[in-house]
């Protein structure tokens, strides 16, 4: 990584910082050294990671933290609308980014990549009907299949 590419992932991190310090105050959730430290750990991983691994980051930091603690927080910001989860319902993973983007999962290794929309592209449109049901606050596309990693590495068994 370059100098100015740090640089400039460090002013990106202490913006979403202090836009989810804002939108925690706004949906009523203390901003607790816990609850910053684990947005922080969230924010900086284009990873996805799960509870567990979460817990594993933050305890680095903060090593009286407990894994029911990093539980209930993800639980809390994630009813509160700062983070959501993606992935396979068998294991639980968590994404910082609230900006429009949609998912790849493999069904196989349980992976998640970002896709972002192709700049001009249309953003996902949301059916007009939807709103006999209630009314939309945010939308998670995922795409299920096979990664490359693991397609190679089958192809690799056969």
């Given at each position: 990584?370059?100098?100015?590419?740090q640089?400039?992932?460090?002013?990106?991190?202490?913006?979403?910082?202090?836009?989810?310090k804002?939108?925690?105050?706004?949906?009523?959730l203390?901003?607790?050294?816990?609850?910053?430290?684990?947005?922080?750990t969230?924010?900086?991983?284009k990873?996805?990671?799960?509870?567990?691994?979460?817990?594993?980051?933050?305890?680095k930091k903060?090593?009286?933290?407990?894994?029911?603690?990093?539980y209930?927080?993800?639980a809390?910001?994630e009813?509160a609308?700062?983070?959501?989860?993606v992935?396979?319902?068998?294991?639980?993973?968590?994404?910082?980014?609230?900006?429009p983007?949609?998912?790849?999962v493999?069904?196989?290794?349980?992976?998640?990549y970002?896709?972002?929309?192709?700049?001009?592209?249309?953003?996902l449109?949301?059916?007009?009907?939807?709103?006999?049901?209630?009314?939309?606050?945010?939308?998670?596309?995922?795409?299920r299949g096979?990664?490359?990693r693991?397609?190679?590495a089958?192809?690799?068994?056969?």
């Amino acid at each position: 990584m370059y100098p100015h590419e740090q640089t400039e992932n460090t002013k990106e991190l202490k913006a979403r910082v202090e836009a989810f310090k804002a939108l925690c105050r706004s949906r009523s959730l203390r901003v607790t050294e816990q609850r910053l430290e684990i947005f922080r750990t969230l924010a900086q991983s284009k990873a996805h990671p799960s509870a567990e691994a979460v817990f594993a980051a933050v305890r680095k930091k903060l090593p009286n933290i407990s894994l029911d603690t990093v539980y209930r927080t993800l639980a809390s910001m994630e009813e509160a609308g700062v983070v959501f989860r993606v992935g396979l319902s068998t294991k639980a993973r968590f994404d910082a980014d609230l900006t429009p983007h949609y998912h790849f999962v493999c069904m196989d290794c349980g992976e998640v990549y970002d896709v972002f929309p192709q700049p001009g592209a249309p953003s996902l449109l949301v059916p007009q009907d939807i709103n006999r049901f209630g009314e939309v606050k945010n939308a998670n596309l995922q795409f299920r299949g096979i990664c490359n990693r693991c397609r190679a590495a089958a192809g690799k068994e056969k």
